[in-house]
């Protein structure tokens, strides 16, 4: 009798641990497909590690103002990153706080709003984009950048584009065929690098409607004019130029190694 009631017991005891391991399971999955969808979405930002979230602030740079002398100037910097990027700021903290709550909600982060851009209003489309360009741009210039990219990115710069020299042509043509404002990109899109650009505040980030040109940025280039007025007037090709003698190769190939 004894030994029925313990092999019950063992039986019941065997029936609860394998039920609980069932919904266990379950539940892991769940939570786990969960935590995999929320990881596609911020993806998309996380691996530039830019940190950018609700409430938007202005990021410091890593060097000063006169750090890219004599090649991007000090005025044109200190009014580009202190007059130009904070004014992006301000006005998408408060484009957002015109917004529907729903919205709101998905303003908390830049990855969010990139991931549904057309659901939000044009204001806010072109603040958070200049303040993502802005913020990845100020981090792939560095004092006595330029040269030539190392390692991996380099040997898929070459092998893509034939030699560095060529991808220079390229992505200079780019940069000087964006009529009026707007950004040239190094990009990975399916898995190879692709050069394009895209107009005003846009990136290859955003999920827009239509055809736009998408994909994880390498290298980003602010070809407004109000990166160059002031040293270089109009001529964008001069301003090209010294952008090549301050890129930050190192910056460009974490990017890359990152995807
Ligand atoms: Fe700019």
């Known amino acids: 009798m004894e030994n029925n009631n313990a092999r019950r017991n063992f039986l019941k005891q065997t029936a609860i641990l394998s039920t609980a391991t069932i919904i266990g ?7 786990f497909a969960a935590e995999k969808s929320l990881n596609i979405d911020s993806e998309i930002l996380d691996y530039a590690n830019l940190n950018l979230e609700a409430p938007y602030s202005l990021p410091k740079l890593d ?3 006169d ?5 991007i100037d000090k ?14 700021v301000t006005n998408l903290n408060k484009a957002i706080e015109t917004l529907d709550p729903k919205l709101i909600e998905q303003s908390k982060s830049l990855d969010t709003i990139f991931n549904v851009m057309s659901k939000f209003p044009e204001s806010v489309r072109n603040n958070a984009g200049g303040h993502y360009n802005h913020s990845l741009f100020w981090t792939l210039m560095k ?3 330029g040269g030539n990219p190392k390692g991996k990115l380099a040997d898929a710069i070459s092998s893509t584009f034939g030699s560095f020299d060529e991808f220079k042509k390229q992505f200079n043509d780019a940069s000087m065929k964006r009529f009026g404002s707007g950004w040239a990109w190094l990009v990975v899109q399916d898995g190879k690098l692709v050069i394009g650009s895209t107009p005003n505040q846009d990136n290859p980030l955003m999920r827009l ?6 994909g994880k940025p390498v290298l980003a280039l602010d070809v407004w004019e109000h990166a160059y007025y002031l040293k270089n007037q109009n001529r964008r ?5 010294s952008y090549w003698k301050v890129v930050n190769w ?3 190939e974490n990017l890359f190694n990152s995807l």
């Open 25 to 31: 399971s379950s539940l892991f999955t769940s939570t």
């Open 63 to 65: 060097y000063d103002y």
């Open 67 to 71: 750090g890219l002398e004599p090649h």
């Open 75 to 88: 005025a044109t910097m200190e009014i580009h990153h202190k007059k130009h990027h904070q004014g992006y």
């Open 143 to 145: 004092p006595n950048g």
């Open 209 to 214: 409607r239509g055809k736009g040109f998408k």
């Open 237 to 241: 090709a001069d301003y090209l130029e």
């Open 250 to 252: 190192d910056a460009a």
